[in-house]
């Protein structure tokens, strides 16, 4: 009766099932797996802000399928003030979306016939898997390798070409490595692209929230570019509202390109129409409140990683001999609300379980393994930044206390 896009078993993983039974007997857990920014204690609606949604102008109904001109118009004026050269982005090559999600699925449409390919990195985020699987698309993958920094592997990335190749997928910075390209893989991607007629679609959701000592402002793909390139962002990550439902597609790319593209994702969107007006009215004034919030969770990120850092871990890029015996290695990544973990040897009390369900079982401490992000390593672990601090620290206080 139901399509083969469906899943058939919805049967929980073994830390799902512990997750359960640890809530169910009562036990408090320290989740360190948390990145709904409504949730951490972080700033929230200003009061100015939610009078801009609750602007009479957002009763009206006045459909336009790349949303309304005001708040793409807004959207332009943020990409100039992160340094966008070449005089910004066009409003009418931005498309307004319900979501990131929305967006990719848009642009595989836009770009796939069934059992067409999409290139994206190992690891990354486990929802472009499904998200692909409904449209009919398939994804092939290419590596992201660490050695003291998260690096592109070229080799991997051109095998994983062929003859049904639509598009490759980048993220910057990478959920959940926090790595970004450097200029030579960037230059190096955009020939290869170039090459072989394939699309660029960047998912910069996270592109302000570098990790300290780096700039302010991660790199982007927004300029101009010789392949068709389409940058994905949104209010969830950028200004910590994932309930407002607001993102959108910025396009660049040669004009005959483009123009093409633009009447396809103009056809794709009029179907759909999914972003409410009250949202696309009150998004200038969303967009001009959002260093508050940014400030909050770049102050919190340096903390948590302050925390990681220090004696119960070490950093990626440093000798083992600087610690003694540290339970985890933090692998250094460039920005992001995410940090990956890689356990430095078994412990002693994990037998043949994963660390996840180690810590949960044990220390009452909720991770996300590795291998939900295609991470390589067995004991890899992904921890959210957006933790309160006094959390992350005594999570790994009981994690080192156990580790012994």
């Excluded at 994206?120 to 472009?128: A, G």
């Excluded at 692909?132 to 398939?138: F, I, K, N, S, V």
């Amino acid at each position: 009766m139901l399509s083969s896009r469906v899943p058939r078993d919805y049967t929980p993983n073994p830390l799902a099932v512990l997750l359960q039974e640890k809530r169910a007997a009562g036990r408090p857990i320290l989740d360190l797996t948390v990145t709904n920014p409504t949730s951490v204690g972080l700033p929230t609606l200003s009061v100015r802000a939610l009078a801009a949604i609750a602007d009479p102008e957002g009763a009206r109904y006045e459909p336009d399928p790349r949303g309304r001109r005001e708040a793409r118009e807004a959207i332009a004026a943020y990409y100039a003030a992160r340094g966008t050269p070449a005089g910004g982005i066009d409003p009418a090559r931005i498309f307004l979306t319900a979501s990131t999600s929305e967006a990719y699925a848009h642009l595989f449409r836009l770009l796939c016939d069934p059992e067409d390919e999409v290139l994206v990195p190992r690891p990354s985020y486990p929802l472009l898997a499904p998200l692909a699987r409904l449209e009919g698309t398939h994804l092939r993958q290419y590596r992201l390798a660490y050695d003291g920094r998260w690096a592109l592997d070229l080799d991997s990335l051109e095998a994983a070409i062929g003859p049904k190749t639509r598009a490759v997928v980048l993220i910057e910075p990478n959920n959940p490595t926090g790595s970004c390209l450097s200029p030579t893989e960037r230059a190096a991607v955009e020939s290869i692209c170039a090459e072989r007629g394939i699309t660029i679609i960047s998912d910069e959701v996270f592109g302000d929230f570098p990790w300290p000592p780096r700039p302010e402002v991660l790199p982007s793909w927004s300029d101009e570019r010789r392949v068709a390139t389409f940058v994905l962002g949104g209010i969830s990550k950028l200004c910590g509202l994932p309930q407002m439902k607001l993102g959108w597609i910025a396009a660049s790319g040669p004009e005959g390109a483009m123009r093409d593209a633009l009447s396809g994702l103009e056809w794709i969107a009029d179907l759909f129409l999914s972003v409410g007006t009250p949202v696309q009215v009150a998004l200038p004034r969303l967009l001009e409140e959002r260093a508050g919030f940014q400030s909050a969770v770049r102050e919190r990120i340096d903390a948590n990683l302050t925390i990681l850092r220090g004696p119960a871990g070490k950093r990626g890029a440093r000798s083992p001999a600087e610690d003694d015996d540290p339970p985890f290695l933090l692998l250094e990544g460039e920005g992001g609300w995410s940090a990956v973990l890689r356990f430095m040897r078994p412990a002693a009390a994990a037998g043949s379980e994963s660390v996840a369900e180690w810590a949960l079982r044990s220390r009452d401490v909720l991770l996300h393994p590795g291998h939900f992000y295609d991470l390589p390593g067995e004991d890899d672990v992904v921890v959210s930044l957006l933790t309160p601090p006094a959390q992350m620290a005594e999570a790994a206080l009981r994690i080192r206390d156990g580790w012994r």
